[in-house]
């Protein structure tokens, strides 16, 4: 047998690894403050907070918990957001719950 056969897998897997490397390296080199912000309240005028929603009650502060970048609070509600835009955990109205 080819000994390629053998080191094939191998050169697969971390091309594979070099790529996630590299989009995870890209999105946290062009994510901004603000476009996690914009993104929460927009997320808070349309899921969450009801008829009397603005965008214009949402502010961003720095992590508020633990692996948290940045907290953007609308409201009665907080949105702790990680450094690559993945949203960790809302906090409101009485009730917390992990993002999926």
Do not use: K
Not at 25 to 32: D, E, L
Request: hydrophobic share 45%.
């Amino acid at each position: 047998m080819a000994r390629w056969v053998w080191w094939a897998p191998l050169g697969l897997a971390t091309l594979v690894g070099a790529l996630l490397a590299f989009r995870f390296g890209w999105i946290a080199a062009t994510i901004t403050e603000t476009d996690v912000i914009n993104a929460m309240a927009t997320r808070y005028v349309t899921q969450d907070g009801g008829p009397g929603a603005s965008s214009r009650d949402c502010v961003g502060l720095a992590g508020q918990i633990e692996g948290a970048w940045i907290t953007v609070r609308c409201g009665d509600f907080a949105y702790h957001v990680n450094r690559f835009g993945r949203l960790m955990a809302t906090n409101g109205s009485g009730f917390e719950r992990p993002s999926i």
